[in-house]
């Protein structure tokens, strides 16, 4: 059964750090990751998606890497700012769900960027 | 172009009651899945639609149901709604295999 791990669960940081959050997946067999971000109460947005053959993309100040034999994502935001406080989501895509829309997520982590 | 649009955004419903939440997708996207979002559980695969078709439902009780229209807006249906059902619903639509799954801002149902 897939399972999808996000560490840490919360973090806090000075505005203008740069940081790294971590997901990881316990079955590589997976179509594709997919980075959201959350704002309390409100839908998600998504930042990234990584297909399996890739190994990462970027997105302004977003980089996102995938290590599909380790089970392993990351995401990088570089020179933080307060706008970028809310929830991180990972999600994979399993190749044994077919071609469907499911996906498996993990906690997320909260992050909040302090001015 | 429009995102994904779910109405209604806030929903209470009294215990026993059931209750129909709506998801139209990006125009020309043809799946749409549904979750479920609770501070315990998380992010919880409901259900998912293409072409009017289920092709994948979540470990939920059969008390939630969903369809999918011709135009490829769906709705979802909870009957007999439990206190448990409280929650934030989350539609997302995609426009095939393997593609970005986009989300709307999801229907917060309270039961009380």
């Known amino acids: 059964k897939q399972e999808v791990t996000q560490i840490p669960a919360a973090l806090s940081v000075p505005e203008g750090e740069n940081l790294v959050l971590n997901c990881s997946f316990t079955d590589s067999a997976i179509y594709n990751l997919q980075w959201f971000r959350q704002d309390p109460g409100k839908g998600l947005t998504s930042l990234l998606l990584i297909q399996s053959s890739q190994r990462e993309q970027t997105s302004g100040r977003l980089n996102a890497s995938l290590d599909k034999s380790s089970g392993r994502s990351t995401l990088y935001i570089a020179a933080s700012q307060p706008g970028d406080s809310a929830t991180y989501l990972c999600a994979v895509r399993p190749i044994p769900s077919g071609n469907t829309g499911k996906l498996i997520f993990g906690q997320g982590t909260t992050l909040q960027v302090k001015p | 172009k429009a995102g994904v649009t779910q109405t209604p955004r806030y929903l209470i419903k009294t215990r026993g009651q059931q209750v129909t939440l709506s998801c139209s997708p990006i125009?020309?996207?043809?799946?749409v899945s549904w979750y479920q979002q609770t501070p315990g559980q998380g992010l919880q695969f409901l259900f998912e639609?293409?072409?009017?078709?289920?092709?994948n439902k979540g470990n939920f009780p059969g008390r939630f149901s969903g369809r999918q229209f011709s135009n490829s807006r769906s709705e979802m249906n909870v009957s007999t709604l439990e206190l448990g059902d409280s929650a934030l619903y989350l539609c997302a639509s995609s426009s095939g295999e393997n593609t970005e799954a986009f989300f709307g801002q999801g229907t917060r149902l309270t039961v009380v």
């Open positions: 125009s020309g996207h043809r799946s």
């Open positions: 639609y293409f072409s009017e078709t289920q092709r």
